[in-house]
């Protein structure tokens, strides 16, 4: 007992801060939509992992399971979309890398300029977080998130995802992609408040944000999914 | 019999109309009455029922200013929020009369009733934290009826939707600094610190420059009356949210960058959208520009500060909704007779439906404040206002004023062409009817612009924010 105890606590550490940046750094990366959706459910897990060394274990279970019915959600949706999407069949000659496309036809927004802005955003946030007081170092200073007491790493994972899911959004235009980034910006900020804030109304108000949050990307992916198929339901029958 | 306590009905009676309308949507008819019934009813409780004592309503006795305690949270109607909800239910009523005879797909009736339901409770909550996460899941709802089962584009609902959700952040991160400041009131610091993360919530919510891209993308895309209904009451519960925070924090309010920095915004969301109200070729977007230019001008009269600058802008937006309902009215029988509102695809129809078309050029040139039209008034009193600022600024307002002109000069230009479009239907007589009422009321409204003055003076009182 003591030792799985243990283990659970050595996982909610390091492992759990280290899992989080590789999701992030996943759901940006990555156009494949089981690939994005895989890490955002391993977020949400690592999430509530990491949160149980501040609020109660049943709390951060909650967060895991409101995680998961989001992905869920995403996940059927995704699969009907791709199901009617022509698309997908039309891009199926370009070459992949990860998900992405590689070529030079995959335009400004494919793989070398995802891995070249994750550069400058880590590079941005090692400088945000060890850099001289300069205006773009007072950046935490001025959310005071020094002073609240947070744990450092945790702080650092906060930014981190926000910051992956903020670049996601900017060079996102797909529900789809839309969604997970900012699902991903959402989980970022919950790490860092849920350890300040132990209200349950506001969890309970924020998991029920998080759900229709998902359930709303979910329509809007169906509705563009619809408008590109050749032959889906008619007008009326796709409205709720 | 224990009286019913106020916050319960405005909560439950929009939910219960929303399953009845739910369960009647096919029948146009039978939801738009059930809906406007509901918020027509809600509307009058609101401005005729006291909060002090407990009043008969159809043989019940309701208690409208007993505070009730739901999942541990005290609810309360107090008079600011009971002057907001009237405002909101009357609106909304004339929404579902003119969606009757112009189809705004059959989502908008139960799904508005819940947003309004949501609203309700944003007004009763007493928690800041808490009211902003509902107002986002509001959000979250309107993009169903925002979409209204058309397929073609998702950009306008999707943006109203981020930048709604990227505000959730900042507000409880603004909400966490302030419950500090009042935890430790020797700690000036805290409510300091809550005022730039509020900045960038209220910045994304109130759709300032650069996060206003969203509205003349949903006008585009989304139902004329779904479109009015944002930018009318979901734009009127985010300045609700504004004062309620400004209330709890009236440091915010004494700071001397805090008017200057909400005029600022105000004047560049104004500048930005007459300067693309000017070169739009489609109503949609035209329309959402001008309610741009019509909001940034709202942001003016409150930055103009003191209890005059807030008696300006709730006046400004009564205003700004009569003229923002016309103009939704006019194009949605524009879209539905002539299937679409591109400025190219219009020639003639100016002659196929002329009331509409005035319906247009009016609800445009009094979003812009044009003389003897209900923006004249409050849009003239908050360019003397800024006169004590450098001169360009009332130029630049003026400005953005003939930008949203020329815009519908342009598109008038189009629907007077010489190419008649005979397929367009004959403008609805009873939709029609409806316009002309609303054309009437944008001009009484220029000739009598203290029309509303009693009652807002009341709310701002209510607000005892100065």
């Not at chain 1, 949706?77 to 496309?101: D, K, W």
């Not at chain 2, 940034?296 to 700004?320: C, Y």
């Amino acid at each position: 007992m003591q030792e799985s105890s243990d283990l659970f606590a050595f996982m909610s550490g390091v492992p759990a801060v280290a899992g989080l940046i590789l999701t992030g750094l996943t759901i940006f990366l990555t156009s494949d939509w089981r690939l994005s959706l895989t890490a955002l459910l391993i977020q949400y897990v690592l999430i509530g992992l990491a949160l149980t060394r501040f609020v109660q274990a049943e709390v951060a279970i909650v967060k895991i399971l409101i995680g998961v019915l989001s992905v869920f959600i995403l996940y059927l949706t995704a699969r009907r979309v791709q199901e009617m999407s022509e698309s997908q069949q039309a891009e199926r000659g370009t070459p992949r890398f990860f998900g992405l496309h590689v070529g030079w036809a995959a335009g400004p927004l494919g793989l070398p300029l995802r891995l070249l802005v994750i550069l400058l955003v880590t590079l941005g946030l090692v400088r945000l977080f060890n850099g001289p007081r300069t205006s773009l170092s007072a950046l935490p200073a001025l959310f005071a998130v020094e002073s609240l007491g947070v744990s450092p790493d945790i702080v650092f994972v906060a930014f981190w995802l926000g910051s992956m899911g903020m670049v996601g959004l900017v060079l996102s235009d797909e529900p789809l992609r839309v969604a997970p980034a900012l699902l991903t910006i959402l989980a970022g900020f919950d790490l860092g408040y849920a350890s300040l804030e132990p209200s349950l109304a506001i969890v309970g108000f924020f998991g029920a944000l998080t759900l229709l949050a998902a359930l709303a990307f979910s329509y809007l992916a169906i509705a563009q999914g619809l408008s590109t198929s050749p032959a889906g339901p008619d007008e009326e029958e796709a409205e709720p | 019999m224990t009286p019913i306590p106020g916050p319960i009905v405005l909560l439950a009676l929009p939910l219960l109309a929303a399953s009845a309308t739910y369960l009647v949507r096919r029948w146009a008819i039978l939801a738009a009455f059930l809906s406007s019934a509901t918020t027509g009813v809600l509307a009058i409780l609101c401005l005729r029922l006291p909060l002090d004592r407990s009043a008969f309503v159809l043989g019940r006795e309701v208690a409208f200013g007993r505070p009730v305690v739901i999942l541990g949270r005290n609810l309360i109607l107090d008079p600011a929020s009971q002057a907001w909800l009237a405002f909101i239910f009357a609106l909304a009523t004339l929404f579902y009369l003119i969606a009757w005879r112009v189809s705004q797909g059959r989502s908008f009736f139960p799904f508005s009733l819940v947003i309004l339901s949501l609203y309700a409770l944003i007004a009763l909550l007493q928690t800041f934290a808490l009211a902003v996460i509902v107002f986002a899941i509001s959000t979250t709802l309107a993009v169903f009826m925002i979409q209204g089962g058309q397929r073609s584009s998702v950009r306008g609902a999707q943006r109203y939707l981020l930048v709604t959700l990227l505000a959730v952040p900042f507000f409880l991160a603004a909400a966490w600094f302030m419950d500090q400041s009042l935890l430790h009131p020797d700690n000036a610091e805290m409510a300091y610190r809550a005022l730039l993360p509020a900045a960038l919530g209220f910045g994304l919510l109130l759709a300032i420059f650069p996060f206003g891209t969203w509205m003349p993308a949903l006008a585009a895309d989304a139902p004329p009356i779904v479109t009015a209904f944002i930018f009318t009451t979901g734009q009127a519960m985010a300045l609700f949210l504004a004062l309620a925070f400004l209330r709890d924090i009236p440091l915010a309010l004494n700071h001397p960058a805090t008017p200057a920095a909400i005029q600022l915004a105000g004047l560049v969301m104004a500048a930005s959208g007459g300067v693309m109200a000017s070169v739009q070729r489609d109503f949609g977007r035209l329309f959402g520009y001008a309610a741009l230019v019509s909001l940034g001008v709202l942001l003016l009269a409150f930055g103009t500060g003191g209890s005059q600058g807030l008696t300006l802008t709730l006046l400004h937006m009564i205003n700004r909704a009569v003229s923002i309902t016309l103009l939704a009215a006019a194009l949605a029988i524009l879209r539905h007779q002539a299937t679409t509102d591109g400025f190219a695809g219009l020639g003639g129809v100016a002659r196929r439906l002329p009331i509409a078309t005035v319906g247009l050029m009016l609800g445009g040139l009094a979003l812009a404040g044009f003389p003897l039209t209900a923006g004249f008034a409050t849009d003239w009193a908050v360019y003397r206002a800024v006169s004590a600022e450098p001169w360009t600024w009332t130029l630049i307002l003026l400005a953005s004023s003939a930008g949203i002109a020329i815009g519908l000069l342009r598109g008038l230009n189009a629907m007077l062409g010489t190419d008649p479009r005979d397929d367009v239907a004959r403008q609805p007589v009873i939709a029609s009817l409806m316009v002309l009422a609303l054309a009437a009321v944008v001009i009484i409204l220029g000739f009598y612009p203290q029309l509303f003055l009693k009652p807002v003076q009341s709310a701002v009182q209510a607000f005892s924010l100065f």
